[in-house]
């Protein structure tokens, strides 16, 4: 088992950025690490992935302005997010296969 922690979350006006972090309390080293997002009243979305060995993914909604990353030696992983949208607005979960976070709130707003 291992406890999964996401923080960096908060208020943010259109355009700003916002770095998450998800921590876990063992190695996630030989994980592969996705980021979702989830909506009010919507289902549950993709965002982006991370391999074991660094290769990455994106949705095409958060291409080119979203940067997944990971540091194994701090069992740690990271979704950087830049231009950020309204419709970015999420409870955001950390996903080291196949732990979960309880997420964290980003909300898009002027």
């Known amino acids: 088992q291992a406890h999964i922690a996401e923080s960096g979350g908060g208020l943010v006006q259109p355009g700003g950025s916002l770095r998450l972090t998800c921590i876990a309390s063992?190695?996630?080293?030989?994980?592969?690490v996705n980021w979702y997002r989830q909506a009010p009243g919507k289902q549950r979305e993709w965002v982006a992935h991370?391999?074991?060995?660094?290769?990455?993914n994106y949705s095409d909604s958060v291409k080119g302005r979203f940067t997944i990353s990971r540091d194994n030696a701090k069992n740690s992983a990271y979704l950087q997010m830049t231009a950020l949208k309204p419709e970015d607005t999420a409870v955001y979960y950390c996903?080291?296969?196949?732990?979960w976070g309880q997420g964290t709130q980003v909300t898009v707003s002027s």
């Open positions: 996903n080291p296969y196949p732990y």
């Open positions: 063992r190695s996630i080293s030989n994980s592969a």
């Open positions: 991370i391999s074991s060995d660094g290769n990455t």
